[in-house]
């Protein structure tokens, strides 16, 4: 390519371009008949290690035929029907087209001499999901003594983010320094110099349930709080049990540590528990506690027309994690972090005279711990007002009821155990085949995983509940027809019967010798 940079000049071949890519994903979808190749991660990787990076291909469509063979033909398919693994959603069209437009365009959203439209199309969408939220008709914000230099107003706010993780270590920074701005325990307001809040830091606590994600550990590390920081409640059953948190607040306050935030989850990774929220929230208040509300994965609740009622009290956080990437079926990435009271932000904010100055107005770049960030609003703006709020929280809730509906399948299988019955859109279960006693089937649940995997006809993932592994159902597709799940679940028995037998011939054969 002789001039490859897109401009007015060559927009043909910017239309050519994107021509073939949309045919090379057609290709992709028609061709896919498992979920993903059976080609082997080690035969993968010797391909991509085999080509030459020093020898340019010169044109786009060789560069295509490259990727096909490197990265199409092996994509793992999330929108195939046997895709039941992780939270991967497939995803709504006019998110695509709006993807095309926001990396042809490539604004970055970052200030109002960068981006303007785009600014004003993202917090329009912020202000609505805090609406969606309910923050906006929440009670008063609190007070903040070092508000001196708050240049934002006291108002519910957000920022979009690269993902649940990123959303979920801003919100506990903001906690953590919305507790280090307020005096600490038994120490006269302002005397905060830097020893003081070094000694505050190593005494911060994180308060969360027994299936937190592995982000907020991450975050608290980051975040520079000591090893032991995150405390796990042991739950009432799969959610946190708010007397447990009641006692463990008052604990710690009186052993003289100071709790930057308590994590609620709006939706555990495995399986879609929901905290009670509302309780949760006012335990929080009554302890003048961050409740911090990870909802990466229940966020789509928030426009779900039949189960709003599962968030009732995510008002009550001070911070919302909504990743818009699961449950809003929006491709990857699109998150975002919600604040109650958005003067929070301040706290992410740097000035710089290139870019920010502290005298002028306030700008995107202001909230976000990214300075050149993607327009990711755009895709859900497009999807958004192609389909409706309702028509986005409908495919949700027929997620929801098709995992329902898996679930009593599975329940009435005598070669199949119901772990979990769904809460939101995951199913536990366990393989039980016949020739195999009880706990015998643990040993089964990751080879049969592996064997699926490595086949590539059906995908599902295993995990670890109350100690025992089991096998997930991650079900993001309201489409999902009763055939494909029963073909997903024959593969697990036929997997698991012939990997019992398996084992009972290496029993056999260990007893003989
Ligand atoms: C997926 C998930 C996250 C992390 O989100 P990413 O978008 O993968 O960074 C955080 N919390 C929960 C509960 C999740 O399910």
Same mark, same amino acid.
């Given at each position: 390519?002789?001039?490859?940079?897109?401009? $007015?000049?060559?927009?043909?071949?910017?239309?050519?371009?994107?021509?073939?890519?949309?045919?090379?994903?057609?290709?992709?979808?028609?061709?896919?008949?498992?979920? &993903?190749?059976?080609?082997?991660?080690?035969?993968?990787?010797? =391909?991509?290690?085999?080509?030459?990076?020093?020898?340019?291909?010169?044109?786009?469509?060789?560069?295509?035929?490259?990727?096909?063979?490197?990265?199409?033909?092996?994509?793992?398919?999330?929108?195939?029907?046997?895709?039941?693994?992780?939270?991967?959603?497939?995803?709504?069209?006019?998110?695509?087209?709006?993807?095309?437009?926001?990396? $042809?365009?490539?604004?970055?959203?970052?200030?109002?001499?960068?981006?303007?439209?785009?600014?004003?199309?993202? =917090?329009?969408?912020?202000?609505?999901?805090?609406?969606?939220?309910?923050?906006?008709?929440?009670?008063?914000?609190?007070?903040?003594?070092?508000?001196?230099?708050?240049?934002?107003?006291?108002?519910?706010?957000?920022?979009?983010?690269?993902?649940?993780?990123?959303?979920?270590?801003?919100?506990?920074?903001?906690?953590? #320094?919305? &507790?280090?701005?307020?005096?600490?325990?038994?120490?006269?307001?302002?005397?905060?110099?830097?020893?003081?809040?070094?000694? &505050?830091?190593? *005494?911060?606590?994180?308060?969360?349930? #027994?299936?937190?994600?592995?982000?907020?550990?991450?975050?608290? &590390?980051?975040?520079?709080?000591?090893?032991?920081?995150?405390?796990?409640?042991?739950?009432?059953?799969?959610?946190?049990?708010?007397?447990? +948190?009641?006692?463990?607040?008052?604990?710690?306050?009186?052993?003289?540590?100071?709790?930057?935030?308590?994590?609620?989850?709006?939706?555990?990774?495995?399986?879609?528990?929901?905290?009670?929220? *509302?309780?949760?929230?006012?335990?929080?208040?009554?302890?003048?506690?961050?409740?911090?509300?990870?909802?990466?994965?229940?966020?789509?609740?928030?426009?779900?027309?039949?189960?709003?009622?599962?968030?009732?009290?995510?008002?009550?956080?001070? $911070?919302?994690?909504?990743?818009?990437?699961?449950?809003?079926?929006?491709?990857?990435?699109?998150?975002?972090?919600?604040?109650?009271?958005?003067?929070?932000?301040?706290?992410?904010?740097?000035?710089?005279?290139?870019?920010?100055?502290?005298?002028?107005?306030?700008?995107?770049?202001?909230?976000?711990? =990214?300075?050149?960030?993607?327009?990711?609003? +755009?895709?859900?703006?497009?999807?958004?007002?192609?389909?409706?709020?309702?028509?986005?929280?409908?495919?949700?809730?027929?997620?929801?009821?098709?995992?329902?509906?898996?679930?009593?399948?599975?329940?009435?299988?005598?070669?199949?155990?119901?772990?979990?019955?769904?809460?939101?859109?995951?199913?536990?279960?366990?393989?039980?085949?016949?020739?195999?006693?009880?706990?015998?089937?643990?040993?089964?649940?990751?080879?049969?995983?592996?064997?699926?995997?490595?086949?590539?006809?059906?995908?599902?993932?295993?995990?670890?509940?109350?100690?025992?592994?089991?096998?997930?159902?991650?079900?993001?597709?309201?489409?999902?027809?009763?055939?494909?799940?029963?073909?997903?679940?024959?593969?697990?028995?036929?997997?698991?019967?012939?990997?019992?037998?398996?084992?009972? =011939?290496?029993?056999?054969?260990?007893?003989?010798?």
């Amino acid at each position: 390519m002789n001039d490859p940079l897109l401009g $007015s000049r060559n927009r043909e071949a910017h239309a050519a371009a994107l021509a073939a890519a949309a045919a090379e994903v057609n290709r992709y979808l028609v061709g896919r008949t498992t979920p &993903r190749s059976s080609v082997s991660p080690a035969t993968l990787a010797a =391909q991509t290690a085999a080509v030459d990076l020093t020898t340019p291909l010169g044109t786009l469509d060789k560069a295509l035929d490259e990727v096909r063979g490197l990265y199409l033909d092996h994509a793992v398919g999330y929108h195939h029907p046997r895709y039941l693994a992780h939270l991967n959603c497939p995803i709504t069209i006019p998110a695509v087209a709006a993807e095309t437009l926001a990396t $042809s365009v490539n604004t970055a959203v970052e200030t109002w001499d960068q981006g303007t439209s785009a600014c004003l199309i993202e =917090q329009r969408l912020i202000d609505w999901v805090t609406g969606l939220i309910g923050f906006a008709s929440s009670e008063d914000t609190p007070d903040h003594p070092d508000d001196s230099h708050r240049t934002r107003g006291a108002g519910p706010d957000g920022v979009f983010t690269t993902g649940g993780t990123a959303s979920n270590l801003q919100g506990l920074f903001t906690a953590r #320094e919305d &507790r280090l701005s307020r005096p600490g325990p038994g120490r006269r307001t302002g005397s905060d110099g830097a020893s003081d809040r070094g000694a &505050r830091l190593s *005494r911060l606590r994180i308060v969360t349930g #027994e299936h937190a994600h592995l982000s907020v550990v991450k975050a608290a &590390r980051l975040l520079g709080l000591a090893p032991d920081a995150v405390i796990t409640l042991p739950g009432d059953g799969d959610r946190m049990d708010p007397a447990t +948190l009641d006692r463990t607040l008052s604990a710690l306050t009186d052993a003289g540590d100071e709790v930057a935030a308590v994590v609620a989850l709006a939706g555990t990774t495995d399986h879609g528990a929901i905290d009670p929220l *509302r309780e949760v929230g006012g335990i929080c208040r009554r302890h003048d506690v961050w409740l911090h509300v990870d909802a990466a994965y229940g966020g789509g609740l928030l426009v779900s027309p039949t189960r709003r009622e599962l968030l009732d009290g995510i008002e009550l956080a001070d $911070s919302v994690t909504v990743d818009f990437h699961k449950t809003f079926f929006l491709p990857v990435a699109a998150s975002a972090l919600l604040l109650r009271d958005g003067s929070g932000f301040r706290h992410s904010t740097v000035s710089a005279d290139y870019l920010n100055p502290a005298d002028g107005e306030d700008h995107a770049v202001d909230k976000s711990l =990214q300075t050149t960030r993607r327009f990711d609003a +755009l895709k859900l703006w497009m999807t958004l007002r192609v389909m409706g709020a309702d028509g986005i929280g409908r495919l949700l809730d027929g997620a929801i009821d098709v995992a329902a509906r898996i679930g009593r399948t599975i329940d009435a299988d005598p070669e199949l155990e119901l772990v979990r019955r769904p809460d939101l859109s995951t199913v536990l279960f366990r393989p039980r085949p016949a020739a195999v006693a009880g706990d015998e089937s643990d040993a089964l649940v990751r080879p049969v995983r592996d064997a699926l995997f490595a086949e590539g006809r059906s995908v599902v993932a295993a995990t670890v509940v109350d100690g025992r592994p089991c096998l997930k159902l991650t079900v993001l597709d309201p489409y999902l027809r009763d055939e494909d799940v029963d073909a997903v679940l024959a593969d697990v028995r036929d997997a698991a019967s012939y990997l019992a037998e398996g084992m009972r =011939q290496a029993t056999t054969a260990g007893v003989l010798t």
